[in-house]
């Protein structure tokens, strides 16, 4: 069983930046891997739905953003480290949220098609 921990949030200014990771365990086999899957960053604020940011082929491509955050997000990961990253620039307070990681089958942008999940860490961009 593949699990999820995010890190990395907390409260910035607007304009500023965050880097979250996702680091992923579960075993020794290639199950366990980053490597394995194609890996997501969703989003969700209170009292809305829970939104595609970014997602990452098992290869490390294509990748894929979600509008909102085009030009100021990147998704990148450390094999050697098993780890995800969401690297968030120009940070704004719409951008506020609780940010999760997800491991899919299949490459997806949407919620639905994710089959792991991280319990998510908290962002606050403060105006």
């Known amino acids: 069983q593949l699990q999820l921990v995010e890190s990395g949030g907390g409260l910035v200014q607007d304009g500023g930046s965050l880097r979250l990771s996702c680091v992923a365990s579960?075993?020794?086999?290639?199950?366990?891997?980053?490597?394995?899957?194609?890996m997501a960053w969703f989003r969700q604020a209170p009292g809305k739905e829970r939104d595609f940011v970014a997602a990452?082929?098992?290869?490390?491509?294509?990748?894929y953003y979600g509008d909102s955050v085009k030009g100021r997000f990147a998704i990148s990961r450390d094999k050697s480290k098993n780890t995800l990253y969401l690297q968030m620039n120009n940070l704004r307070p719409e951008d506020t949220a609780v940010y999760y990681c997800?491991?899919?089958?299949?490459?997806?942008?949407?919620?639905?098609?994710?089959?792991?999940w991280g319990k998510g860490t908290l962002v606050t961009v403060s105006a």
């Open positions: 579960g075993g020794t086999t290639s199950y366990s891997r980053i490597t394995s899957y194609p």
């Open positions: 997800a491991a899919a089958s299949q490459l997806a942008t949407s919620a639905r098609g994710m089959n792991y």
């Open positions: 990452m082929g098992w290869t490390g491509n294509p990748t």
